[in-house]
Every structure is written in structure tokens, then in C-alpha cells.
């Protein structure tokens, strides 16, 4: 994994506390509180946690894939390495870049900000369509989110070429 800059970790966590206090204080003041706005939402709830659970898990299997690249790039470095510093005596290890191959990896180059957007609609959902932090995080995942893989899949296109990269789209399958 790539080193990150402390003001970077700072600037996250510090995101992700005021986006968590924004969703629990609406959720506590605005959101359902009453038997009469629980009323008939127990099955927008279910389908909400269905969403959500499938958008976390998609999440977490294509971020793992994307490590598991790094993973393997970097014992076949290590061995290269070894192979090396036996001949010339010294080490160097460079980073190596691959085109994922599994899962939504096969149709589109950011399966899991796809997934990312999957779990949070499914969160918007669970908390109401009116739960405004929610619905306002999920808009600007997307328009944040976006222009990063369309800009992502251009690179991925110089550095690979169009032929290895083929039908692939950057984030929605068969669109974008």
C-alpha cells in the first residue's frame, strides 16, 4: 500500500465524523421516531439492508481484489529481487501495475466505487428517502466519484492500450 500523508488520514477521519454526526442527528431528529412514521416501512427497510449488505460486500470483494494484484506483484518482485541481489548484490523493487480480471473487474475498471454507490443507496433506502445526509453523501460520491474513474480509465488506457482495456467502462457496465 502507498504511504498516505498524515493531513490526508487527518482530513478523512475528521470527514468521517461530521458525516457520521450529520446522518445520526438527522436519523434522531428528523428521521422516523413515532410508531405512526415506523408504520409500512419494514419492507423499504429490508430491501434497504438487501441493497446494502450487497453493495458492502461487492465493496469489500473488489477492494480485496484490487490488494490481492498488489499482493501478488509484490511476491513476484521480491523473488525477481532475490534472484538479483544473488547476481549484482543489491535490491530494487518497482511498482507494479495490473488490470484486475475478476468479478465486475471483467466489464467495468471501478467495480467498486460502483459498489461503493450500491451501499449507499441501499443506506439512503434504510434510513428514508427524506434522510437528506444520506442521499447527500451518495450525490456526491457520485459526482466526485465519476470524473476520478473516467479520468482513471483514460490512464488505464495509455498505460495498457485500448486493445487489453476492450469494452471495459470505467463505472457502470455497458454505459459509462
Given at each position: ?118 451501499e449507499w443507496g441501499g443506506f439512503w433506502l434504510i434510513g428514508g428517502l427524506g434522510c437528506v445526509p444520506a442521499r447527500s453523501f451518495l450525490i ?37
Open positions: 500500500m502507498s504511504p498516505i500523508h498524515p493531513t490526508i488520514w487527518a482530513s478523512a477521519l475528521s470527514f468521517q465524523i461530521i458525516n457520521a454526526t450529520c446522518i445520526g442527528g438527522w436519523l434522531a431528529g428528523y428521521g422516523p421516531t413515532t410508531a405512526n412514521d415506523w408504520a409500512g416501512r419494514a419492507v423499504l427497510i429490508e430491501v434497504g439492508m438487501m441493497i446494502w449488505a450487497a453493495g458492502f460486500l461487492g465493496n469489500v470483494y473488489h477492494d480485496d481484489e484490487l490488494r490481492e494484484v498488489r499482493r501478488a506483484a509484490a511476491r513476484n518482485q521480491e523473488r525477481k529481487a532475490k534472484k538479483q541481489e544473488e547476481r549484482a548484490g543489491s535490491k530494487s523493487v518497482d511498482k507494479v501495475y495490473e488490470v484486475p480480471q475478476n468479478g465486475l473487474f471483467r466489464a467495468i475498471l471501478y467495480p467498486h466505487y460502483l459498489c461503493e454507490w450500491i456526491n460520491e457520485i459526482t466526485t466519484m465519476t470524473p476520478r474513474a473516467v479520468s482513471g480509465r483514460r490512464w488505464y488506457i495509455e498505460r495498457f492500450g485500448r486493445k487489453k482495456i476492450g469494452s471495459r467502462k470505467a463505472i457502470i457496465p455497458g454505459i459509462l
